[in-house]
């Protein structure tokens, strides 16, 4: 799989959007962009995830860049329950729909202050 | 949705013994992962079943684990003759494959393995 390139941390106020940015330069054609979040003594929780169009669900908004090289994902309005570790994972889009393990890098730590 | 359940949530033990953690997945789910997660770092994939089949495995998993998935439902890892390196958190998944692409994986809570 292909490599992404987060930030170590970041840091929002509660109930302002934040932006979490998220490079991967080397994607290919069928690489989806994967986000999942683990909060503190949890494991690991699906977020969204794209190809080509930006996506929106009730958890959060993807955008991504018209050239597939970057991606952002959107949290319209921080809660204190939002303070997690962000994962952007590339997938590979296999025939037939196969697909495997996750492959997670250190992630983006978000705190949020009241 | 009862979610992905893991047993125990916790594990002290000493160095040399045996360990085995139990996954129960989503019910409908037929696939299942295993990773493991050291502190500060994101989690590393070890194995994944689709039903009772193991189709992959990592080479981080080493011949003292061995992981089992009987009847295509709940799942076993073991470690074998513990090690200080094995103390990590072990995190299971599970996921439907329909056929389409990217179906997402569900995680349980984990089980800390610490060893003394």
């Known amino acids: 799989d292909a490599k992404t390139t987060q930030p170590n941390s970041m840091e929002s106020n509660e109930e302002e959007p934040v932006h979490l940015p998220c490079n991967h330069s080397?994607?290919?054609?069928?690489?989806?962009i994967h986000w999942y979040r683990q909060l503190p003594s949890q494991g690991p929780e699906y977020v969204i995830h794209?190809?080509?169009s930006n996506v929106n669900n009730r958890m959060a908004s993807l955008a991504i860049a018209e050239d597939r090289k970057s991606s952002t994902l959107i949290l319209h309005r921080a809660t204190l329950r939002d303070a997690a570790v962000y994962y952007c994972?590339?997938?590979?889009?296999?025939?037939?729909?196969?697909?495997?393990?996750?492959?997670f890098g250190k992630g983006t730590k978000l705190s949020v202050k009241p | 949705d009862t979610g992905v359940s893991q047993d125990p949530r916790h594990k002290i033990t000493k160095r040399g013994q045996n360990v085995t953690f139990r996954c129960d997945p989503i019910?409908?789910?037929?696939?299942l992962y295993w990773y493991r997660q050291t502190l500060g770092q994101g989690p590393e994939f070890l194995t994944y079943f689709q039903n009772e089949a193991q189709l992959e495995k990592s080479r981080l998993l080493s011949d003292r684990f061995s992981a089992e998935r009987p009847k295509g439902s709940f799942s076993t890892l073991e470690i074998q003759r513990t090690e200080q390196g094995d103390s990590a958190m072990y995190l299971c998944a599970s996921s439907l494959t329909t056929g389409s692409d990217n179906q997402p994986q569900h995680f349980g809570d984990g089980t800390r393995l610490s060893i003394l």
């Open positions: 080397t994607i290919s054609g069928t690489d989806y």
């Open positions: 019910s409908e789910h037929n696939r």
């Open positions: 794209g190809l080509t």
């Open positions: 994972i590339l997938r590979v889009r296999a025939p037939g729909g196969s697909q495997g393990n996750l492959i």
